[in-house]
């Protein structure tokens, strides 16, 4: 650290991103990506874009972006904020509307406590229950803001959209975001149908997990139209250029063929079940997920344990240093071939390591 630094970030702790090493190839399961491509939409779109309009700068009000997204999910297009990720549609949110600081569970998405560091913004930490499920009483009425990740990471458990109103209702005065990273792997359903019932209610997803695009960091926020053009605000005085012109060809092309997304979803869901009966029969104890990954715990092996042993077998998972889940290892979904190769080399880890614990 220099000496230049601004005390106000000396004690800021950054996100750690899972890991992305580049030794070998391994079989990633780690950071919740979709295990299939883009669809052919996406490849056209960016190879025209590419070749016919890269040499322009891209449009920075993300307008063909916008509109494809208020057709699909039926709301106005200035209900509508585009951004680098949805990571930045909730850095900008907690910027704008943090003044009262925010709550959110302990098991979470760790970049709600980075973003409300850097920003200065009050946080309220509510645990879990014991079985991991929100106690959503806990989010009511408390004179703040409230962020869920719906379904909740690293658990996988989802709230009802009946649920999350109750939350929404007890305190008008305050912004509930809800982060829907994984809603398309879950029965459970959106709110966005909801954003025109509460002014309050900020609906935050992304096109990185369900819509395989990871890679071209594109994220949005759907809300009131007023909630929109604060974030706009915001978002125009920080990073105006923000998504580049590949990136905006490729999400308004994904969004012209969710017909692909969302089968790719239902092989995606088909082999986490799969995957779940064979973790069990393993020993496993796995939460009910409602998303692409799994989080699956074992009395007999620590999670950073099996973790270095499924590395050195060429297989990346992510273990939490969190107390309440040592023992637990998160496992994303990828094709059945990739699954049927994890369970495998988790037996024979929890084989080895039995033997060697006699
Ligand atoms: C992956 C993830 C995001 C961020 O996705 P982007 O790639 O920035 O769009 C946001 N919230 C949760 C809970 C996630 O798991």
């Not at 969710?258 to 496993?284: A, H, M, P, T």
């Not at 994303?332 to 080399?345: F, P, V, W």
Request: charged share 25%; with cysteine.
């Amino acid at each position: 650290m220099s000496e230049y630094l601004n005390t106000r970030y000396r004690d800021l702790s950054p996100y750690t991103p899972g890991e992305q090493p580049l030794d070998k190839a391994y079989i990633k399961l780690n950071t919740n990506e979709n295990p299939y491509p883009p669809g052919p939409g996406v490849l056209n779109a960016l190879n025209e874009a590419a070749v016919k309009d890269l040499r322009l700068y891209e449009d920075p009000d993300n307008r063909m972006v916008i509109q494809a997204l208020a057709e699909h999910y039926g709301v106005k297009p200035s209900q509508v904020c585009v951004t680098c990720g949805s990571d930045e549609a909730l850095d900008l949110a907690i910027m704008a509307f943090g003044e009262d600081g925010f709550a959110f569970p302990d098991l979470t998405y760790n970049f709600y406590k980075v973003f409300c560091q850097l920003h200065n913004t009050s946080m309220q930490v509510i645990p879990l229950n014991e079985d991991f499920t929100i106690e959503v009483g806990r989010y009511c009425g408390i004179g703040r803001g409230v962020i869920l990740a719906n379904p909740n990471a690293p658990t996988g458990l989802v709230l009802s959209p009946e649920q999350i109103e109750q939350i929404l209702k007890s305190d008008p005065h305050h912004v509930v975001i809800v982060d829907e990273a994984y809603i398309d792997f879950s029965e459970s359903g959106s709110m966005i149908p909801y954003v025109n019932r509460y002014p309050n209610l900020l609906v935050v997803q992304t096109f990185s997990k369900s819509r395989s695009l990871a890679g071209a960091r594109v994220g949005y926020a759907i809300g009131s139209e007023s909630l929109i053009s604060d974030l706009e605000r915001i978002r125009n005085a920080m990073n105006p250029y923000g998504l580049s012109r590949l990136s905006q060809a490729a999400a308004v092309a994904a969004v012209h063929e969710q017909e692909y997304y969302d089968e790719n979803c239902r092989r995606v869901i088909s082999s986490r079940n799969w995957f779940i009966r064979k973790l069990e029969e393993l020993g496993f104890s796995v939460l009910p997920s409602h998303t692409n990954f799994v989080l699956a715990q074992s009395d007999r092996i620590d999670g950073k344990v099996l973790y270095q042993k499924l590395k050195d077998r060429g297989i990346l998972v992510r273990y939490f240093p969190d107390a309440r889940i040592a023992s637990a290892v998160r496992i994303s979904i990828g094709t059945d071939e990739d699954m049927h190769q994890a369970a495998e080399k988790i037996r024979e880890v929890l084989a080895e390591w039995n033997a060697s614990q006699k």
